[in-house]
């Protein structure tokens, strides 16, 4: 059987799981956003870093680790649905190593699903990137220049 001819389905599957985590994750980092924005209003008189401008990168950077952990248990999900992977650990494992390209040595995808592996390490480095500018963008605003 002839993988790329089944590679179909990872696009199908992966697209739209793209799609549904950049959607989840705007959406979270707006809430964060939101969340943040009494306080750093508080704190913008202020100038240079404090000790809540720290406190506010800390919690932004747990909540955006919360939110791309649930974005792998979202592609997770879809690979114990697809039968991709066996049990739940494994898939989460597999996920989250996927999102961030690290890899796994003992857990690997058949070969008719590594395309969608690859999807997934693709949406890793979209997510990311959102996040390492919405960071940069907290920074900016958490640590007003005088």
Known sequence: ????????????????????????????????????ASTL??????????????????????????LHGFEGMIWATAYRLLGAL???KSAMLYSICALT??????????????????LEALNGWILFGLTAAFLFTVMQKAWPQS
């Open 41 to 66: 209003n508080e704190e913008s008189q202020q100038r240079g870093v404090s000790s809540v401008s720290i406190l506010v990168m800390g919690g932004t950077a747990l909540w955006a680790t919360m």
């Open 1 to 36: 059987m002839n993988p790329v001819i089944n590679w179909g389905i990872d696009w199908v599957w992966g697209l739209p799981l793209i799609v549904l985590t950049v959607v989840i994750h705007a959406y979270g980092l707006g809430f964060i956003n939101k969340k943040l």
């Open 101 to 118: 390209t690290y890899g796994h040595e003992n857990i690997v995808l058949e070969p008719h699903w590594r395309m969608m592996g690859a």
């Open 86 to 88: 066996q049990d739940n």
